[in-house]
């Protein structure tokens, strides 16, 4: 199982002189919408905010996330099949170790997001790659693709959309394809949908709303609201497997924090304009930084998955990483995203700083790669 994503790196990245360049972690330099700062939530207001919520959450806030869900994804949620988590890395750790035992398998669509492998291998499951966001274009391509991973240990497919690392979004059509698919197989679907807000180009659909009686989905007021540090998420599903969940979730982290519950609640009530602007400002950043590559605008996300094999020597990726480390450029290295299957790649947000220094880190990355 790895450790941190950076941590062959983490010597060198603090030793750095000079301007530093963050790109390597999916966050925002954004501060929250005002009613949902941790300044503003006043214990006169809130005078539980100090206490412990149900492990279930804040009634109040599981209401809000039911309407939320079946308004805006398409799931028929109801109160019993909601989870507030710690975070959506917390919803995902409750759902898988709910759902595999050792050595069954669950199928990720790659590049994928880091930490799912490692939360699949900590309940002594198999994580199965299935190379996806780059490799399949069409329907087709992407139900034989992941067909052709399925096994008899075989007991789920996770999913992001839009993805991270890619910003691929995929087409409903093709959710509907492998909700069917899994449907036929008996496969339980585990669906990261952290970047729903953040679909610029496509349009994004829950998978979990074709095949609700076996999805999982998870959510995250983290990404769509500046609220990384809150640590604050949700999981939606049929009732009786979310019960379930709550076993895995009630022995790990108890309940959610109840500060970040709190400001996930203020931001269903009023963050749409904040959201609103956020994403039009990521995806102004997004194209920039994709201009300056010389990369295709994303799609969704915010992150740029780059293949950079033609500028590597024989320290593979991560002496390429080392050398960036000379112009101040912190990224992410592809083999974090996919072993032995991404392994000349980075991936660079382009909201972890403001967007003009995000602009310059750019174009030193696009000097270091002759573009």
């Not at 669950?106 to 799912?116: F, G, K, R, S, T």
């Not at 998978?207 to 809150?230: C, D, V």
């Not at 602007?277 to 201009?291: H, K, M, N, T």
Request: proline share 8%.
């Amino acid at each position: 199982m790895a450790g941190a994503v950076f941590s062959r790196l983490a010597h060198k990245i603090a030793s750095i002189e000079g301007p530093v360049f963050p790109l390597h972690v999916g966050d925002t330099w954004l501060p929250p919408f005002d009613a949902g700062r941790m300044e503003n939530l006043r214990y006169e207001d809130w005078q539980g905010i100090h206490k412990y919520t149900s492990p279930q959450g804040m009634p109040a806030l599981v209401d809000a996330i039911v309407d939320k869900v079946r308004d805006q994804n398409g799931i028929p949620a109801e109160r019993a099949g909601v989870l507030c988590t710690a975070g959506t890395t917390g919803g995902l750790a409750a759902a898988v170790g709910m759902l595999a035992a050792p050595g069954e398998e669950v199928m990720i669509l790659a590049p994928h997001w880091p930490l799912i492998r490692g939360i699949v291998e900590s309940f002594r499951a198999v994580p199965v790659l299935v190379p996806f966001y780059d490799r399949v274009d069409s329907l087709e391509a992407a139900v034989a693709a992941v067909r052709a991973c399925i096994t008899e240990r075989t007991v789920a497919l996770y999913v992001s959309t839009p993805s991270n690392p890619t910003g691929v979004v995929v087409p409903p059509p093709w959710l509907q394809a492998l909700a069917e698919l899994c449907r036929s197989q008996d496969l339980w679907l585990l669906s990261d949908e952290v970047y729903e807000h953040h679909a610029y180009r496509g349009e994004h659909a829950s998978i979990g709303s074709f095949a609700p009686e076996r999805s999982l989905s998870a959510f995250s007021f983290s990404k769509a609201y500046g609220m990384a540090g809150n640590r604050t998420g949700y999981l939606v599903g049929p009732p009786a497997a979310i019960a379930q969940c709550r076993k895995i979730s009630t022995h790990t982290f108890y309940s959610a924090p109840t500060s970040g519950q709190i400001a996930g609640l203020r931001a269903l009530q009023s963050g749409d304009s904040w959201l609103a602007e956020s994403r039009r400002v990521y995806q102004q950043a997004g194209d920039r930084a994709a201009q300056i590559l010389g990369e295709p605008p994303p799609a969704g996300s915010t992150f740029l998955f780059l293949d950079v094999a033609d500028r590597l020597d024989e320290r593979g990726i991560f002496g390429f990483l080392e050398d960036c480390l000379d112009d101040g450029l912190v990224m992410a290295p592809g083999p974090s995203f996919g072993r032995g299957h991404y392994d000349s790649y980075v991936r660079l947000c382009y909201t972890s700083a403001p967007p003009d220094h995000v602009a310059e880190g750019c174009r030193r990355l696009a000097r270091r790669l002759g573009r």
